[in-house]
């Protein structure tokens, strides 16, 4: 006997953004990954099951493919700038240390770093969301849907948007150049 395979027609549809997330009218910026928006819109009211680890990225045709980090690790590597550091130039000439990350708590309950004291400036609108509340609100939302869902995917990417020539998205089987 041969198995029954059933297949969901769905159209789909995905946008570059390059490093900013575009939220609630405002952008910001990941310096560390590139964003693709996407939107999912089945034909039919079965429901699929999303999630951002089924999305690969292909960048400048090269075989090796991106996979997704999670908003968590994106909004992560916002609100930490040590999170995701390469080699740093660090030197030490008697009490003064040049080039050393600054220190910030990774839970509640951690030494705090000492403030330092910010130059007096009329203050500013702030905007509504932080950089890392933004991403994660933002992100593709995962788990089964019946209707048109749609978000933001995260890939790890330091690189200029200069040097990015091409971009593929591949998901289950399917590939979409991305503009």
């Known amino acids: 006997m041969l198995p029954l395979l059933f297949f969901v027609a769905l159209d789909w549809k995905a946008e570059l953004c ?11 910026f990941t310096p560390n990954h590139l964003v693709v928006e996407v939107e999912v819109l089945p034909d039919r009211a079965s429901p699929i099951r999303l999630s951002a680890s089924q999305f690969q990225l292909r960048v400048n045709g090269k075989k090796e493919l991106l996979a997704t980090e999670t908003p968590g690790m994106v909004a992560n590597s916002l609100k930490y700038e040590d999170w995701n550091q390469g080699p740093r130039l660090q030197g030490q000439a008697g009490p003064v240390v040049l080039g050393a990350p600054r220190t910030q708590p990774r839970f509640p309950g951690a030494p705090q770093p000492q403030p330092r004291p910010l130059p007096q400036t009329t203050p500013e609108k702030e905007p509504a969301k932080t950089d890392a509340e933004a991403v ?28 990015l020539k091409s971009a593929t998205l591949l998901w289950e089987g399917r590939e979409l150049k991305l503009h």
């Open 18 to 28: 390059g490093h900013t997330v575009p939220h609630a009218g405002t952008t910001y």
């Open 136 to 163: 994660e609100e933002a992100a593709l939302p995962e788990g089964p849907t019946l209707g048109p869902t749609k978000g933001l995917i995260y890939f790890p990417y330091r690189g200029k948007m200069k040097s």
